[in-house]
């Protein structure tokens, strides 16, 4: 088992999460974080006041897939996050031990 961590842009999100439901993955887990990678942040103009924007608004999606679901889940969040600019994301694939179903006890796969 795997667990995959997309970091994307917001406006991004629901075209991932329809790419995901496509190809048959049934839960996911998303958060609204702050970060920034190569982008280094922005300026803004606020009440003409300019000030740098270190932290830029990101969602971090999680989900918990089988081994031989990893490639199209990639393909998925690849194809629908990508905007061809900075700032698009990245993905992060570890390895997942075990998984456990708190309301059946269920194990492993049949957990996720």
Do not use: C, W
């Not at 496509?22 to 922005?42: A, C, N, P, S």
């Not at 089988?66 to 990508?82: F, K």
């Amino acid at each position: 088992m795997k667990f995959v961590t997309a970091i994307i842009k917001p406006f991004k999100l629901d075209s991932v999460r329809e790419a995901l439901s496509e190809i048959g993955v049934q839960g996911i887990t998303v958060t609204e974080i702050k970060g920034f990678g190569r982008q280094k942040g922005h300026t803004e103009l606020y009440r003409g006041a300019e000030y740098v924007v270190d932290f830029l608004p990101k969602i971090k999606i999680e989900a918990a897939v089988t081994e031989d679901m990893v490639e199209q889940v990639v393909d998925a969040i690849r194809n629908s996050a990508n905007t061809g600019k900075i700032g698009d994301g990245k993905i992060f694939i570890y390895n997942l031990d075990q998984v456990i179903r708190i309301r059946t006890g269920e194990t492993g796969a049949d957990a996720i």
